[in-house]
């Protein structure tokens, strides 16, 4: 009796409540749709809150970027069916029953322009002509949505491309002019190959502010290690663009992720902090700061740990660092958890200096702090520091859970939930 009232929709709230379990199961979610229509309706805004994290699979009669320029008006369709020159376009097709554009909850750059690029090559090319295109599906096959060295390449290899630049700021624009508001953002770039689409949706994000007045999780990832083409000015430029930008969302941010893989300023260490300040409902932080210079990674590390310091907020239960650590520095900075609550602590350590006076000061913070249920902390290869490591987790494992990183490592839901 009670499967037949949810199959037949008389209890929407506990239907919805079911159906919700199957956030991440997109397979689910598509046989879902077919059940009847209160199915349908609960299925289609998850399955279209995120569609540009999805695999990408080959031999699909449409792509979803199809779906969303049918809802471009009659002008727009026409200015970029001429310019682009689709080989397949059919304007006369009626707007899908489900307003899409309005349902996207979550953006990552990266992974727009791979699936733009993917769309382009397959839909301005014949079939019989594919085979440029066929080699460049391999790198939105990947169902993670980190970025590698193949679709960074990817996207280095079509600089010149304006057509990429237009679409994405297409799509962009599509969204803002259907009242999204975004929860999760994740800007992952590098200005050698994408400073005219970075500056142009940060002058579209400044200017929609409601586009991005609800975000919870934001991630920014920054790459420039091509030292020979890293200036000055614009480092400047990009600490001004990340420190602007944060300061025009609300503080509703609950999880941080930045990686930032340059050379910076103390400027770049001042926006971490002020960013970290504005954001009284932070409940997880993740750090990760690379160089090719191990004497200005361990300064600028340190430099770091002092500016986190300064401005930990007493919500925070989840802290994820990857930086070069001066144990003294390490020890002044967890002086600061008095207050708080943290309940998971990730540590990867590239130091290979004093790593026996770190393991001592991390032992002692565990047993004082109370709050802390599972910990991880990795190293350099280093074979002789690994039997002073298992003396550690010896001494530790029954005042923390001792955990791999893999395992221990969170993910977030676009309505910023934790996924332990």
């Given amino acids: 009796m009670a499967c037949s009232k949810i199959f037949s929709g008389d209890v929407p709230e506990v239907t919805s409540n079911i159906i919700q379990r199957f956030h991440n199961d997109i397979n689910t979610l598509h046989s879902c749709i077919l059940v009847n229509r209160i199915f349908c309706q609960i299925a289609i805004p998850l399955l279209w809150e995120d569609p540009f994290s999805v695999k990408y699979r080959e031999n699909l009669s449409y792509h979803f970027i199809d779906m969303y320029l049918l809802f471009l008006n009659d002008n727009d369709k026409i200015k970029i069916i001429n310019q682009i020159n689709f ?34 090559y397959s839909t301005t090319f014949p079939t019989s002509s594919t085979h440029q295109s066929s080699t460049l599906l391999k790198y939105l096959q990947d169902e993670s949505n980190d970025e590698s060295n193949d679709e960074s390449e990817l996207i280095k290899a ?41 500056n142009s949706i940060y002058e579209l994000l400044l200017s929609n502010p409601t586009f991005i007045s609800n975000i919870q999780k934001f991630t920014f990832h920054f790459f420039n290690l091509n030292d020979s083409n890293y200036h000055s000015s614009l480092e400047e430029y990009y600490n001004k663009l990340l420190r602007t930008l944060i300061s025009s969302f609300p503080s509703s941010i609950k999880h941080l992720d930045l990686t930032v893989c340059n050379k910076q300023s ?12 504005s954001q009284s409902q932070l409940s997880s932080i993740k750090f990760s700061f690379h160089l090719n210079d191990n004497d200005d990674e361990l300064k600028i590390s340190s ?25 003294n520095d390490l020890q002044n900075f967890l002086k600061n958890f008095n207050q708080i609550n943290l309940k998971r602590l990730l540590i990867r350590n590239r130091s290979s200096c004093n790593l026996d006076i770190t393991l001592n000061i991390l032992k002692e913070f565990i047993k004082e702090n109370n709050s802390l249920d599972s910990f991880s902390y990795c190293i350099r290869n280093n074979s002789n520091f690994h039997n002073n490591l298992e003396l550690l987790v010896k001494e530790i494992q029954s005042f923390v859970r001792i955990k791999s990183y893999d395992d221990l490592v969170i993910k977030v839901d676009d309505d910023g939930k934790l996924l332990y």
């Fill in 87 to 120: 080989h397949k376009f059919d304007l006369n097709l009626y707007k899908p029953l489900f307003h899409y554009p309005s349902l996207l909850k979550a953006l990552n750059l990266l992974r727009v322009q791979l699936h733009v690029i993917n769309w382009l």
């Fill in 158 to 198: 079509n600089i010149a491309n304006k057509r990429i630049h237009d679409i994405c700021m297409v799509l962009f624009n599509l969204f803002i002019k259907n009242d999204v508001t975004l929860n999760h953002l994740n800007i992952s770039f590098n200005p050698d190959y994408q400073k005219n689409l970075i």
């Fill in 266 to 277: 103390v400027e770049f260490e001042n926006v971490i902090a002020n960013t970290i300040q």
């Fill in 303 to 327: 430099m770091i740990l002092n500016e986190l310091s300064k401005s930990l907020p007493l919500s925070l239960n989840y802290l994820d660092l990857n930086l070069v650590i001066n144990p």
